[in-house]
């Protein structure tokens, strides 16, 4: 059992607030992942629960115990860093070995521990190399060999992946997954990529300029975003944005700006009854618009005009400007249509969303 729990967590640099007022709770064998931008505070937080970085205010909880003045060594963590941090002199075993050897541990049960993590990650013929015979992916199983064979309470992973190419970052997320799968063990792991976040997260935690903007399961946060940044930050394509002023006529409350007029839908304008007359953000994602029909209803279409064609074989991205709005549409891959060209495009009602003007918080 290992529970992490952090409590108005806050951590300064001089005068740059770094870490401001975390509170998160990560359940027992949860894979939790931070994911942000560059800055935003993620992986201060992950160096402060190994214990790397003191905590300038604030509560670190591992299971029921206090750790904040706890010695790394004694936290019964294993890290994973981003650059590997193999010792480039030591065989693949004795890098793996290394940290059981500084605990005193016998000589039966490293080797016993060592042989159980390479079978698990597929090393067993590389035990006797060198890191510099090694790729990329199998530097990576070695450091993911090294955390595995201290069988710790907790695994810290901080952008492990984001050194390798594109293809095989994709095949080491899926074998990451797998492995948390087999050791059940509890995981915090930190990316500023998304698409990481979303396949690996058991929930997900989105943090900007050191605040945490909402925690949750990633389909949470892909339909619910708590706000524009949020909702810009989860899914590929982004969300599209445009201003718009909030307007009733003829019973119906509608998003306007040049060029756009959206009938907003029931549901929605039962929540945002009372912004009449103000402004508002809406957002739509790219896989909810597409090419209008005849059969679509007017109100929730729109005219446009083609900017980029990007084909990408499964899907056709169109980069459209409608008056001073900017959208982008993932349409049918059998669409013909080129750059100029005139379209309707028609929104889902059901993923329209409307975020306030001033505080950008989901309406």
Same mark, same amino acid.
């Given at each position: 059992?290992?529970?992490?729990?952090?409590?108005?967590?806050?951590?300064?640099?001089?005068?740059?607030?770094?870490?401001?007022?975390?509170?998160?709770? *990560?359940?027992?064998?949860?894979?939790?992942?931070?994911?942000?931008?560059?800055?935003?505070?993620?992986?201060?937080?992950?160096?402060?629960?190994?214990?790397?970085?003191?905590?300038?205010?604030?509560?670190?909880?591992?299971?029921?115990?206090?750790?904040?003045?706890?010695?790394?060594?004694?936290?019964?963590?294993?890290?994973?860093?981003?650059?590997?941090?193999?010792?480039?002199?030591?065989?693949?075993?004795?890098?793996?070995?290394?940290?059981?050897?500084?605990?005193?541990?016998?000589?039966?049960?490293?080797?016993?521990?060592?042989?159980?993590?390479?079978?698990?990650?597929? *090393?067993?013929?590389?035990?006797?190399?060198?890191?510099?015979?090694?790729?990329?992916?199998?530097?990576?199983?070695?450091?993911?060999?090294?955390?595995?064979?201290?069988?710790?309470?907790?695994?810290?992973?901080?952008?492990?992946?984001?050194?390798?190419?594109?293809?095989?970052?994709?095949?080491?997320?899926?074998?990451?997954?797998?492995?948390?799968?087999?050791?059940?063990?509890?995981?915090?792991?930190?990316?500023?990529?998304?698409?990481?976040?979303?396949?690996?997260?058991?929930?997900?935690?989105?943090?900007?300029?050191?605040?945490?903007?909402?925690?949750?399961?990633?389909?949470?946060?892909?339909?619910?975003?708590?706000?524009?940044?949020?909702?810009?930050?989860?899914?590929?394509?982004?969300?599209?944005?445009?201003?718009?002023?909030?307007?009733?006529?003829?019973?119906?409350?509608?998003?306007?700006?040049?060029?756009?007029? *959206?009938?907003?839908?029931?549901? *929605?304008?039962?929540?945002?009854?009372?912004?009449?007359?103000?402004?508002?953000?809406?957002?739509?994602?790219?896989?909810?618009?597409?090419?209008?029909?005849?059969?679509?209803?007017?109100?929730?279409?729109?005219?446009?005009?083609?900017?980029?064609?990007?084909?990408?074989?499964?899907?056709?991205?169109?980069?459209?400007?409608?008056?001073?709005?900017?959208?982008?549409?993932?349409?049918?891959?059998?669409?013909?249509?080129?750059?100029?060209?005139?379209?309707?495009?028609?929104?889902?009602?059901?993923?329209?969303?409307?975020?306030?003007?001033?505080?950008?918080?989901?309406?």
């Amino acid at each position: 059992m290992a529970e992490v729990s952090l409590h108005k967590l806050n951590k300064r640099f001089e005068a740059f607030h770094a870490v401001k007022d975390v509170d998160l709770h *990560i359940r027992d064998k949860e894979f939790m992942v931070l994911v942000g931008p560059s800055g935003c505070g993620k992986t201060t937080t992950l160096r402060m629960i190994a214990g790397l970085e003191a905590v300038s205010d604030g509560e670190i909880r591992i299971d029921d115990a206090v750790v904040n003045e706890v010695p790394p060594m004694d936290r019964d963590i294993a890290m994973v860093f981003q650059n590997y941090a193999l010792y480039p002199h030591m065989s693949v075993a004795s890098n793996m070995a290394f940290g059981l050897k500084m605990r005193k541990f016998q000589k039966a049960d490293i080797e016993q521990r060592i042989k159980r993590a390479a079978g698990i990650l597929g *090393i067993e013929s590389l035990l006797g190399r060198k890191p510099r015979q090694l790729s990329g992916g199998q530097r990576q199983r070695v450091a993911l060999g090294r955390a595995i064979v201290r069988d710790p309470k907790v695994f810290l992973f901080d952008e492990p992946l984001s050194n390798l190419d594109a293809k095989l970052r994709v095949q080491m997320r899926v074998e990451l997954k797998k492995l948390h799968e087999r050791l059940a063990v509890t995981s915090i792991y930190v990316t500023h990529d998304q698409v990481e976040a979303m396949t690996l997260g058991d929930r997900v935690v989105v943090m900007k300029d050191g605040v945490v903007q909402q925690v949750g399961e990633p389909l949470e946060l892909y339909n619910s975003p708590a706000n524009r940044f949020v909702a810009g930050f989860i899914g590929s394509p982004a969300m599209n944005f445009a201003d718009v002023t909030l307007a009733g006529g003829n019973g119906r409350l509608w998003a306007e700006a040049p060029g756009l007029r *959206i009938g907003v839908p029931g549901p *929605i304008a039962a929540r945002v009854n009372g912004h009449s007359g103000k402004s508002a953000i809406l957002g739509i994602r790219p896989e909810d618009l597409r090419v209008a029909s005849p059969a679509d209803p007017a109100e929730l279409c729109f005219e446009v005009e083609v900017e980029v064609v990007e084909q990408l074989g499964s899907e056709i991205l169109l980069d459209t400007r409608a008056g001073n709005s900017l959208f982008v549409a993932s349409v049918d891959p059998m669409l013909r249509t080129k750059v100029h060209e005139k379209l309707r495009l028609a929104i889902n009602p059901d993923r329209l969303h409307l975020f306030d003007a001033q505080t950008e918080a989901a309406i």
